[in-house]
């Protein structure tokens, strides 16, 4: 029996906590209408904020055709320069070139190639259509 009594006194308790928060919170209806005429009211703000955004884009438009600009292709070298830039990268050698060089390691300074004398490769049979045939069948 304590437990149905102590369902109604929870639901009294929630009920009057249900009614004091409509007592203090404004209708639903009162809010949309105010809604309505605060939106209706204020054409300056709209005027400003389209004003802020056509700033906006003529800024981003602006910094689009600076960084285009400075993008643009560079003026192509002539040979005489192009030979010079060439050279110039060709004698560049990295600071840290020296750790590298141990004397008792020898690195290849190019690729080796491979000959067909340098391989020693086994001797191959002939292919079937160079080989004597027999004119006559041998028994087996």
Not at 7 to 24: I, N, S
Not at 119 to 128: H, K, T, Y
């Amino acid at each position: 029996m304590t437990d149905r009594n102590e369902d109604r006194l929870l639901r009294k308790l929630f009920a009057a906590l249900r009614e004091e928060d409509r007592r203090a919170l404004p209708e639903f209806d009162l809010l949309v209408s105010q809604a309505r005429l605060r939106a209706g009211k204020p054409w300056r703000t709209r005027l400003g904020t389209r004003w802020a955004w056509a700033g906006m884009a003529a800024i981003v438009a602006f910094l689009v055709i600076f960084f285009l600009q400075s993008w643009r292709a560079p003026r192509p070298m002539s040979h005489s320069e192009a030979l010079a830039l060439a050279r110039i990268i060709d004698a560049w050698r990295a600071p840290t070139d020296t750790v590298l060089e141990i004397p008792s390691l020898r690195i290849p300074r190019s690729v080796p190639t491979l000959e067909f004398t340098s391989v020693a490769l086994p001797a191959l049979p002939a292919p079937e259509s160079t080989r004597e045939t027999p004119s006559t069948p041998q028994p087996q």
